[in-house]
């Protein structure tokens, strides 16, 4: 049977980012790999950061979410069934900020599912600078998404942050005691350790890391409540001044209350120019893409308090 491993974690946690050397953990230890892509909408950046690693033995399909769980469920199932024929050892999921792990084991329950894939690993990526005043919808999602992990690892973990380390964790454990999640993180659930100094012993630790079974009470949050995304297609700007205007926008509760930055801009040089960025991070380098999109995700989002900085979105 093909293995299922679900890659779950907050927006802007490092999903993407820890995602391409754990797959090229198996690559490399000969596995056929399928990495699936769920994003908000019909543009998926994370397809675009992830495209060095696609090969023979690496292929990346996408499902595009936004319209609903029992859409996005039909979807995913139907991905499922139209690679379940082409001999993957491995298929790895990477939803969007937002998704219930009950809607993939239920899935995995129907016929001809059931026949073809094993539930394998649920890894969460925790950001050790995470806001640590997020809204209900937002602490329900973080807690929904880790409450089935086998394994919790902390993403954005440095000499200069590593004392919060513990408070991260206090406020995963705070989030399952408000939803009445049966399941508390413990020390041992914990991979925590810088990502450049991750070893093959790390490695084969994070990949046996297996799944748990929680309870919690559910709660109503669609993605439209929750996150709103607007896109801003041919971006450009200088990078000078992107950087400028991107700190400002962080510090302007007018603009709202704003998670991610991220896609990829025209600052007037040869090659686009990739914008990764969250409220403590601002990462930004050379891409082989030739489509300028830049991404702003948040809750409560004011597009006209946005137009100062950025413009007018074009969805």
């Given at each position: 049977?093909?293995?299922?491993?679900?890659?779950?974690?907050?927006?802007?946690?490092?999903?993407?980012?820890?995602?391409?050397?754990?797959?090229?953990?198996?690559?490399?230890?000969?596995?056929?790999?399928?990495?699936?892509?769920?994003?908000?909408?019909?543009?998926?950046?994370?397809?675009?950061?992830?495209?060095?690693?696609?090969?023979?033995?690496?292929?990346?399909?996408?499902?595009?979410?936004?319209d609903g769980a029992q859409a996005h469920k039909r979807r995913l199932k139907t991905k499922l069934i139209s690679i379940g024929m082409a001999g993957y050892d491995r298929v790895i999921i990477e939803p969007s900020g937002i998704f219930?792990?009950?809607?993939?084991?239920?899935?995995?329950?129907?016929?001809?599912?059931?026949?073809?894939y094993e539930m394998n690993n649920i890894i969460c990526i925790l950001d050790v600078e995470l806001d640590d005043e997020l809204?209900?919808?937002?602490?329900?999602?973080?807690?929904?998404?880790?409450?089935?992990?086998?394994?919790?690892?902390l993403s954005k973990l440095n000499n200069e942050n590593f004392y919060r380390k513990e408070l991260v964790i206090s406020i995963l454990n705070d989030s399952m005691k408000e939803f009445s999640c049966n399941r508390k993180i413990d020390k041992e659930d914990v991979v925590a350790k810088d990502w450049k100094e991750l070893n093959c012993e790390d490695y084969a630790l994070i990949t046996a890391a297996g799944y748990k079974k929680a309870e919690y009470v559910k709660e109503t949050v669609s993605e439209s409540m929750a996150y709103q995304t607007l896109f801003y297609f041919d971006f450009s700007m200088s990078k000078t001044e992107f950087e400028k205007v991107v700190k400002e926008m962080f510090d302007d509760p007018e603009c709202g209350r704003i998670f991610r930055i991220k896609g990829f801009i025209d600052t007037g040089e040869e090659k686009k120019t990739e914008i990764n960025a969250t409220r403590t991070k601002f990462i930004i380098g050379d891409t082989e893409t030739d489509r300028a999109v830049l991404i702003v995700i948040g809750e409560s989002l004011n597009r006209e308090r946005l137009k100062k900085y950025i413009g007018e979105p074009s969805i």
């Open positions: 049977m093909t293995k299922i491993d679900l890659i779950t974690g907050f927006l802007g946690s490092g999903k993407t980012t820890f995602l391409k050397p754990y797959t090229k953990y198996f690559l490399e230890k000969g596995e056929k790999i399928c990495i699936i892509e769920n994003d908000f909408g019909a543009i998926n950046v994370d397809m675009v950061l992830l495209k060095d690693i696609a090969g023979e033995n690496c292929n990346i399909e996408m499902i595009i979410g936004g219930d792990p009950d809607e993939l084991f239920d899935t995995l329950y129907e016929e001809p599912l059931d026949n073809w809204s209900k919808e937002s602490r329900f999602i973080l807690m929904s998404e880790a409450a089935c992990a086998g394994k919790i690892v």
